[in-house]
């Protein structure tokens, strides 16, 4: 499926937004993916409002294989063939899709937060400031460092 093809399929729902990914096309209306075009078919988002038309109608779940397993995403459902000729339908249909994607985005928006935890102030962290024994420390070590760098024989050119 390409861009074309695409767009002339969803003239009658109205303007969509397509981006590319995976195999196919993300198509989006106002902002939210309702729809993957992709290789194995046209596929509609669905919720437990919409499944029960996508079964009707003898639809599968989107599923990819891994290289240990078969994946079913459950949320996109194959669109029905007998759509693709009927565009008056299809746009039925790809409104009830974006209606289950704008009800999955409302269950996954995160909580605010309270107004208590927003009001504090950010605490300041104050730098601990090193001890009289590790600075002694250091310096021993340091001495002895400069000790063993200046008892080493310089290295001898070996002639040709």
């Known amino acids: ?20 990914m995976f195999s196919g096309y993300g198509i989006s209306a106002d ?4 729809a993957l075009a992709l290789r194995a078919g046209l596929y509609f988002r669905a919720d437990e ?9 003898g639809s ?6 891994t290289r240990e397993k078969t994946v079913t995403v459950n949320s996109y459902w194959q669109l029905p ?8 339908e299809l746009a039925v249909w790809a409104r009830s899709a974006l209606g289950a994607a704008q009800r999955a ?11 208590e935890r927003t ?10 400031k090193k001890s009289a024994g590790k600075r002694a420390t250091t ?5 002895k460092a400069a000790k063993t760098t200046s008892r080493r024989a310089p290295k001898k050119k070996s002639s040709p």
């Open 1 to 20: 499926m390409d861009r074309e093809f695409l767009t002339n399929l969803f003239a009658d729902f109205g303007p969509v937004t397509l981006r590319r």
């Open 31 to 34: 902002g939210t993916n309702f």
């Open 49 to 57: 409002e919409t499944i029960p038309q996508f079964e009707a109608e």
């Open 60 to 65: 599968k779940p989107f599923q990819y294989t």
């Open 81 to 88: 063939a007998r759509l693709f000729d009927d565009s008056e």
């Open 105 to 115: 985005a409302l269950r996954k928006r995160p909580r605010k937060r309270s107004a």
């Open 119 to 128: 009001a504090k102030a950010p605490v300041k962290k104050v730098a601990a």
């Open 139 to 143: 310096k021993r070590a340091a001495k």
